[in-house]
């Protein structure tokens, strides 16, 4: 592989060097009105009484999806028939390495579609659903949740127990998920039921269902480190839906799953780049500056290993995600069978990503001293941040069960 081949194109540096105006301009507004308004920020929302995100907060980020929508800038990883940019995971590896390094923790990051918005799997979608649902996502004028997990089965998807059963030219949907990010606020839910139950693999489907149709209810918030108030309960009785809300065939639910959360593990790479990048940014100003007994840390050799060790996990991450997902490009990362050493590429993306950046994240801290532990800095913040991403699309463990099987299965051949 030449370097060339995962240096970002012409287009990434088009979208970014225009994602930095949106930034520079209208996302900085923003965030001056959202902090007249005692809400808290972006990534330090004030709640409501039922522990969800402030709808001031909420609100704000809503404004920059629209407005980054209307620029097109939202979605430049959906395929272009669906009106998104079509760019590779080279490429969006790029983008979002980008997005993370210059947005921090501020209201930027909304501009790039994060789990509410528009995905692989809901690409699958008929016609009729495309016009309702993907249209409306893509302009930033609604927002999903994916709806997979339930409290009693994570981990182990084939064990959930919601369902649809068929009645008629319906489906009707009975159940319930936990841990939804995005469960208060989604417009349209992309939930996975068991429709042949024993089928393995071929089990469950993929129903897009309006939130707000009659036996859909939302719980209170879960209150998880990240703190933000996304994170909740839906309650499915009785639900109702036509036959077109099916995404892709009956059957296809697993694979559609799967490609949401491949998208998300992928996601990794150019998320903890940029963000290690800030946060090794941060520590080396903060290493120059700060003295202890009359000289800069920055000369203590200690300190100058931390400021090592942080780069050298950025530089190995980051590494890992470039070869990886030109890897990737070639074989389809979204393919619906994925290829079959697709997986284990994804799993090192992620794996690696995630626990580099736990370390990097947790050093940050150590260099700022009592500094870095104030509460809501960007220090402290990233750490619980960096904290979550080893549970949320799948954990450490089963990142490093799906390498296993790939090797294993690569010896077996
Ligand atoms: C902040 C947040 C946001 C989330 N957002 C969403 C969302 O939007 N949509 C959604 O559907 N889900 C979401 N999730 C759920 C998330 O995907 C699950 O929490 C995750 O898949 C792990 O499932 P679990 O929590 O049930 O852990 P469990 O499956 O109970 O696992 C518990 C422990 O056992 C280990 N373990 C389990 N099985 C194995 C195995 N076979 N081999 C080795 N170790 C194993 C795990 O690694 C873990 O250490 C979110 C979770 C969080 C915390």
New binding site residues.
């Given amino acids: 592989m030449a370097v060339a081949d995962i240096a970002p194109s012409e287009r990434v540096r088009a979208y970014t060097e225009r994602f930095r105006t949106f930034l520079d301009t209208e996302v900085a507004e923003l965030e001056t009105e959202l902090a007249r308004q005692s809400a808290g920020t972006a990534s330090g929302p004030k709640f409501d009484e039922q522990g969800r995100m402030h709808p001031a907060v909420w609100q704000a980020r809503r404004e920059v999806q629209r407005r980054s929508a209307a620029l097109g800038l939202y979605a430049p990883h959906s395929g272009t028939a669906a009106g998104g940019g079509g760019f590779d995971r080279v490429e969006m590896h790029h983008v979002e390495e980008f997005v993370y390094r210059h947005s921090g923790l501020g209201l930027g990051l909304a501009a790039l579609a994060w789990?509410e918005g528009p995905n692989p799997a809901i690409e699958h979608c008929s016609p009729a659903m495309r016009e309702q649902y993907l249209a409306p996502l893509m302009a930033g004028k609604i927002t999903a949740?994916?709806?997979?997990?339930e409290i009693g089965?994570?981990?182990?998807v084939l064990r959930m127990a919601t369902h649809a059963t068929r009645d008629g030219d319906d489906w009707v949907i009975n159940g319930s998920?936990g841990?939804?990010?995005?469960s208060h606020f989604a417009d349209v839910l992309q939930v996975v039921a068991v429709t042949d139950p024993g089928a393995g693999t071929r089990s469950l489907s993929m129903f897009l269902i309006d939130a707000d149709a009659p036996g859909v209810s939302r719980g209170a918030d879960l209150p998880?480190t990240?703190a933000d108030g996304l994170?909740g309960t839906l309650e499915f009785r009785d639900v109702r839906v036509p036959a077109e809300n099916v995404v892709g065939e009956v059957g296809d639910g697993f694979g559609l799953a799967m490609s949401w959360i491949n998208w998300r593990r992928l996601c990794r790479g150019g998320m903890c780049a940029g963000w290690g990048a800030w946060l090794l940014e941060r520590a080396v100003d903060y290493a120059r500056q700060r003295e202890v007994g009359g000289k800069p840390i920055a000369a203590q050799q200690a300190v100058q290993h931390m400021l090592a060790d942080m780069d050298a996990d950025i530089y190995q991450a980051r590494s890992t995600s470039l070869v990886a997902q030109a890897e990737l490009d070639v074989l389809g990362p979204y393919g619906t069978p994925l290829h079959r050493d697709a997986p284990r590429l994804i799993s090192l993306v992620k794996v690696i990503n995630d626990e580099a950046f736990f370390r990097v994240a947790d050093t940050a801290i150590q260099v700022r001293g009592a500094v870095g532990l104030v509460q809501d800095s960007p220090e402290e913040k990233l750490f619980r941040v960096a904290r979550?991403l080893r549970?949320?699309?799948?954990?450490?463990?089963?990142q490093r069960?799906a390498i296993a099987r790939g090797l294993l299965k690569a010896t077996a051949a």
């Fill in positions: 789990t949740a994916f709806c997979n997990t089965a994570g981990s182990d998920k841990w939804i990010t995005n998880t990240m994170t979550n549970i949320p699309a799948g954990t450490s463990e089963i069960n």
